[in-house]
């Protein structure tokens, strides 16, 4: 299969996922997440090693991800994992996707919870949720071990200009992929420009004729000219 034009072997993921000593059992499907974006997903049965108890899901999926990172390349590895007691299967023996669980937001390698802090953090988490497609967003949270990905890394750009108010270089995000450094980095940024806070979003009457933008002068200066 293809995800955003790379070629995917979702059964090479599976082999190297389940050479990791804790597991015993591993598939990786490619799902739709709840932002409509395609993304792939593992779930692994441990081995009786591992211990019956579940614990921290994000630990877990941390640690397969460092396992697939040394191994494969970046967009190869899955964005969650999913443990379960047994790999569901069609009466025919069959694995049957349709009874594969959605991913929780512990399927993710994630940092410890902690709310973000302050009015830019507070609306980049919520951009990062709506773009990941999760419930909510820490502020130690990395956003590529959540599932981001170059593509999205422009999405969420855009979007920042138009909620935060500061354009950023595309890079600044790959250097600083936590959402707590981001938004130091958004803070700096606005204080270079002189602002130092959000800008508000006034409504403009209908009755009158409306300021041109930019690109709208320049057309009647051509047409004029």
Not at 99 to 111: C, K, M, S
Not at 137 to 146: A, E, P, S
Request: charge should be negative.
């Amino acid at each position: 299969m293809k995800i955003r034009g790379f070629r995917i072997e979702p059964g090479e993921i599976a082999a190297r996922l389940s050479e990791h000593a804790l597991l015993r059992e591993a598939v990786v499907v490619a799902q739709e997440d709840r932002a409509g974006e395609t993304r792939l997903v593992g779930y692994v049965v441990c081995a009786p090693e591992a211990g019956s108890d579940e614990g921290d899901g994000s630990e877990l999926a941390g640690a397969l991800r460092a396992h697939l990172s040394a191994r494969l390349p970046d967009y190869m590895v899955p964005a969650a994992f999913v443990r379960l007691a047994a790999l569901p299967l069609t009466v025919n023996g069959k694995l049957d996707r349709k009874a594969l669980p959605a991913p929780a937001d512990e399927a993710y390698a994630r940092a410890a919870y902690e709310a973000p802090q302050g009015e830019i953090e507070t609306a980049l988490a919520q951009l990062w949720a709506e773009l990941l497609g999760l419930a909510r967003v820490g502020r130690h949270d990395h956003f590529f071990q959540l599932g981001g990905h170059s593509l999205l890394v422009v999405r969420l750009l855009n979007r920042m200009s138009q909620t935060v108010g500061v354009e950023l270089p595309l890079t600044t995000l790959f250097a600083k992929p936590v959402l707590a450094d981001l938004a130091e980095s958004i803070v700096a940024e606005l204080s270079r420009s002189g602002l130092q806070e959000l800008p508000a979003i006034a409504e403009v009457s209908r009755d009158a004729p409306l300021v041109l933008s930019f690109a709208q002068q320049r057309l009647w200066f051509l047409a004029q000219l």
